[in-house]
């Protein structure tokens, strides 16, 4: 019983946090924050799984991998998303100094 | 002796979340920071806890590595906050 | 042995030798495309159904491959797409500046694992091994637009990002539901209860993203539009469809139990107003790159509306798989064109091209050939397919999306028109730089293969009904009564 | 008395993810996302998933932690505060509608299904075929070992999708430096990295071996050597390697070929990812540590990001 209530428990917290995650996602405007936006839905979707999968006494080992293969997938298209917003600056940042340059001469 | 345990692990966690109310109150960011060290400290004390509790020697790894990547998240952001170059950050200084 | 695992891992292969090849990219592709090929006549040859676990190991743990006639329509259909976009893109990623080209260098291997996570898509049945297939593909296809906009790409990332949660969501529940991820196990397993309709909701939701599909298709025309030529190619021809195959293996195969007529009717009506809407801002566009792009949420529309006919009278499905196929080779024709066309012209928008056609015809013949088959003019592989959904629709009594289809190609030929109109226009022949032999020939080569896909119809629709799910009706094709029947019910 | 230890870490579960997406600083909300990961790996080890509680502190609360601070550093360095402007009260109420609708739903359907351990009986039958004791290493490196191919290769796609986007004149040079340069920290925190680095290899190399028969793995040790290698980089006792470098290029395919060759050794027994009956157990050792060793190198440079031209590298980045 105690179990079942153990794996509902964090199931639901899962739930809840891709809620969440989805709501930061979509209120916050600047795109590193919607990347840990992205995180926190991740993170609640790979606590379902781990939630669901647990029984009397342990937890399924075949969600456990899944979300091992989630995990490794969501921080390298992090990393990458992250490049990409850091680009994203530099590039409006010398098109800002190009107009500053511009607009002194 | 579980329940001794699990008593003590949950008492870690109250004071992880009493780190966490500093973390979320600040002012500065350097408190934050600080703030979340301590955090890394308690979570590392629960997971020894919870192995106990559970007698789950493996648990102590995962505190194990949790000690390792705390001291890496205080090295970046201390190389995040080192003085190079000009700073617009002012909220930091506080 | 089996082509089914070699398809994807060979790719996988030329990705490690392309990171070490350094200026070798050229023989190395020649090999891969020799590869490809051999491996993609082999996978025609199996009987539709093949399948096998990799590995060994037994459902419901290991991941089942399976060759069905949509998979063996489509893997082809890659290797001549991106075989093709390969050679074109010799000369637009040039592998002697890999040393100094950031771009270069990372396109090859980028190119190879979008190559294998096409292939991997269209022939795992395992929901998991999907999700991963998704993400490969969303690395190299973002990447891909990087190289044209940062801007584009980060928006297409973040959406694809929230595309995947919400498919994983699905999967998550469906694991959790069911104890398997598998479609094949699924389809005898599922039930209509609350927790499996919403799964196949939110993993329809997520992968319309991906697909483009209309109201969601807003990442997709600054992305496509935006990067090189071989890249948007690649894009619009490959990458869309993995979203759709797998919305189709779901709602027709593993979760057909929840997958409800209003469902489907859903579908086939936002279907019908991706056409629309598409069609329409194609004809708003004043850059020839934009135009093609919202062709392709135009013609994904029509993936889509073909989903409420599929159970009933006619040859949706056949026309469905077509469709897919055509799509792909004719828009990576269209691409590959277009980026010729615009290195030529004076500048991006259709008003620039002013006499092409005599500066280039052999490139405004492609261009024009793959818009035959996008408007679904006779005899294009996109007439065949477009004949076959709308005669499923008629049978079926659905006047209204079988005028859709129809305006839908109206549409398309006024937007078609006119970049090709101004192309014949102007007194004066521009002069064009000469181009490579193979980057000429290869949207000529794609062009032609579209069209010429018309006269393979009766075979190709066989193809496509052979390994069909059992819920898509079977009936022999109108204009194929004396064909041999399809290789499944010989075997039954 | 378990119960209420794993309500009260949901709470602060939730908490710490609301706090990392409400702050209005950014840095913050970072803080607030690094301890949401450490608390998510609590929560994984509560639950008796090891594996998945290393992976998650290792990589998710770590290695993201440690990308999103470095991201917010470099930004803040160009200027842009990662500030958002707050969107209207109206919009948020509405958006908070939908994703209150998306939690009933989920949850409605969360506790229509009843957790189970569904497919541990099976898999430990399998288990001694392997001669592994791991269940999740073998559900890894076996039964689904082609789910993790495909993911080293997402991994691998990751870092060259970075590589494509070097701005101009960065192609083929080195990520900006992570080195911090006043003298006084570079003396703390380059003893700290040399001390920090050797326990990582170490750590490292526990972790795969362990992670045949205990929780561990490739993907935790590799996640730890990342670790050192960056502390080692931020300490400045190593340089990071140009883009070009054959020996680096060559350490980043290794597992992922490793991982191919064995798989397609398979074949000749039958089937491709086939291990040969007997040398399971070593073919799947030596494919951990070849990944670990890839694993490491790759997260290292994704996080350190793309290359930069030569002059960047000096001032970090900035």
């Known amino acids: 019983m105690e179990a079942l209530a153990t794996g509902h428990l964090f199931a639901l917290t899962g739930a809840v946090l891709v809620g969440l995650g989805l709501f930061g996602f979509i209120t916050l405007r600047h795109a590193l924050r919607q990347l840990l936006a992205v995180n926190v839905s991740g993170a609640g979707v790979f606590l379902m799984l781990g939630g669901l999968g647990r029984g009397a006494a342990t937890t399924d080992p075949f969600p456990q991998a899944l979300v091992i293969t989630g995990i490794v997938v969501a921080v390298a298209l992090t990393a990458f998303g992250a490049a990409l917003i850091l680009r994203q600056a530099e590039e409006d940042h010398a098109a800002k100094e190009d107009d500053e340059r511009g607009g002194k001469t | ?94 | 042995m089996s082509p089914l695992d070699l398809l994807v891992v060979a790719p996988l292969v030329f990705m490690v030798l392309s990171l070490l090849a350094g200026g070798w990219q050229r023989s190395l592709l020649a090999l891969a495309i020799a590869t490809m090929a051999a491996l993609s006549v082999w996978l025609m040859t199996l009987d539709p159904g093949t399948a096998h676990v990799v590995g060994g190991w037994e459902l419901p743990l290991g991941v089942l491959l399976r060759a069905d006639g949509l998979a063996q329509m489509l893997v082809p259909a890659v290797t001549l797409t991106a075989g093709l976009t390969g050679l074109y893109a010799l000369h637009q990623f040039a592998p002697e500046s890999h040393a100094s080209n950031a771009q270069t260098a990372a396109f090859w291997p980028l190119y190879y694992l979008m190559w294998s996570a096409a292939n991997a898509a269209f022939l795992t049945t395992d929901l998991f091994n999907l999700y991963v297939t998704l993400e490969m593909a969303s690395i190299a296809a973002v990447a891909m637009a990087a190289m044209g906009s940062v801007r584009a790409a980060l928006r297409y990332l973040l959406i694809a990002l929230l595309g995947s949660i919400f498919y994983l969501l699905g999967v998550a529940l469906i694991l959790s539901r069911y104890g398997t991820v598998d479609v094949t196990l699924l389809a005898g397993m599922a039930e209509a209860d609350f927790a499996t309709a919403l799964a196949l909701a939110l993993m329809t939701g997520g992968l319309l993203v991906k697909a483009a599909l209309f109201p969601l298709h807003g990442w997709l025309p600054p992305a496509h539009a935006a990067a090189p030529a071989p890249a948007s190619a690649l894009l619009s021809g490959l990458v869309v469809k993995i979203g759709f195959v797998i919305t189709v293996r779901l709602w027709f195969e593993g979760l057909a139990a929840a997958a409800t007529p209003a469902g489907l009717h859903v579908l086939g009506g936002i279907g019908a107003l991706a056409i629309l809407f598409g069609s329409l801002q194609a004809i708003r566009q004043e850059s020839l790159k934009a135009l093609v792009a919202y062709s392709t949420v135009a013609q994904i529309g029509y993936l889509f509306l073909a989903f409420p006919l599929i159970a009933g009278a006619g040859h949706a499905w056949a026309g469905l798989s077509f469709h897919a196929v055509a799509h792909m080779i004719a828009k990576a024709a269209m691409f590959l064109a277009a980026g010729l066309m615009l290195k030529a012209a004076a500048g991006p928008r259709i008003a620039d091209l002013a006499g092409l056609a005599r500066a280039m015809p052999l490139t405004v013949t492609a261009f024009g050939l793959a818009a035959v088959s996008l408007m679904g003019l006779p005899p294009s592989g996109g007439f065949s397919a477009k004949f076959l959904l709308v005669d499923a629709a008629l049978r079926q009594g659905q006047a209204i999306h079988a005028a859709v289809m129809l305006i839908g190609g109206l549409l398309a030929a006024v937007y078609l028109f006119r970049p090709l109109a101004v192309a014949f226009s102007g007194s004066e022949t521009p002069v064009v730089p000469p181009k490579a032999p193979s980057m000429v020939a290869a949207p000529l080569a794609l062009a032609l293969a579209a069209l010429l896909l018309g006269f393979a119809g009766g075979p190709l629709a066989d193809l496509a009904t052979g390994g069909a799910p059992a819920t898509v009706a079977p009936e022999p094709l109108p204009a194929l009564e004396d064909t041999v029947e399809t290789a499944s019910e010989d075997e039954q | 008395m378990s119960l209420v230890f794993d309500l009260v870490l949901c709470l602060m579960i939730l908490g710490t993810a609301a706090a990392s997406l409400l702050m209005r600083s950014a840095l913050g909300g970072i803080v607030f996302f690094i301890a949401f990961g450490n608390l998510l790996g609590i929560a994984w080890l509560s639950l008796g998933a090891v594996n998945v509680a290393l992976a998650e502190i290792a990589i998710g609360a770590g290695v993201t932690g440690i990308l999103l601070i470095l991201a917010h550093a470099r930004l803040s360095a160009m200027g842009d505060p990662v500030e958002c402007e707050p969107t209207s009260p109206w919009m948020r109420a509405a958006v908070a509608v939908i994703c209150g609708g998306l939690i009933v739903l989920l949850s409605v359907a969360v506790l229509s299904i009843s957790p189970t351990d569904r497919m541990g009986a099976q898999i430990a039958t399998l288990m001694p075929a392997l001669g592994i004791e791991n269940p999740v290493t073998g559900v890894l490196l076996a039964f689904r070992a082609y789910d993790t191919l495909l993911e080293t290769f997402v991994l691998l796609g990751a870092l060259v999708a970075v590589w494509a986007i070097a701005p101009p004149g960065g192609w083929p040079q080195r990520p900006a430096s992570l080195a911090i340069a006043t003298p006084v920290s570079l003396t703390v925190i380059g003893t700290f990295s040399r001390v920090l680095l050797p326990a990582s290899l170490v750590m490292a190399a526990y972790l795969v071996w362990t992670g045949s028969d205990l929780p561990g793995g490739a993907f935790q040790g590799g996640t730890v050597l990342a670790g050192g290698i960056l502390v080692a980089a931020l300490g400045g006792a190593i340089a990071l390697p140009r883009a070009d470098d054959m020996r680096l290029r060559s350490v980043l395919v290794l597992g992922p070929a490793m991982f191919l060759g064995i798989g397609l050794g398979g074949i000749a027994l039958g089937r491709f990812l086939s291990y040969p009956v007997g040398l399971e157990k070593a073919l799947i050792v030596a494919i951990e540590y070849a990944l670990a060793l890839s694993i490491g190198a790759t997260l290292a440079l994704l996080v350190a990001g793309k290359p930069v031209p030569p002059a960047a590298v000096q001032e970090g980045g900035d």
């Open chain 2, 1 to 94: 002796m579980t329940g001794l345990f699990y008593a003590a692990a949950m008492a870690l966690l109250v004071t992880v979340a009493l780190a966490l109310v500093r973390a979320w109150k600040g002012p500065g960011t350097i408190d934050r920071i600080m703030a979340a060290q301590l955090v890394g400290t308690g979570v590392i004390g629960v997971a020894l806890t919870l192995g106990a509790a559970r007698g789950d020697a493996t648990m102590l790894d995962a505190a194990l590595v949790a000690t390792l990547l705390a001291a890496l998240a205080v090295a970046a952001f201390v190389a995040s906050r080192a003085p190079r170059g000009a700073r617009k950050d002012g909220e930091d200084r506080s």
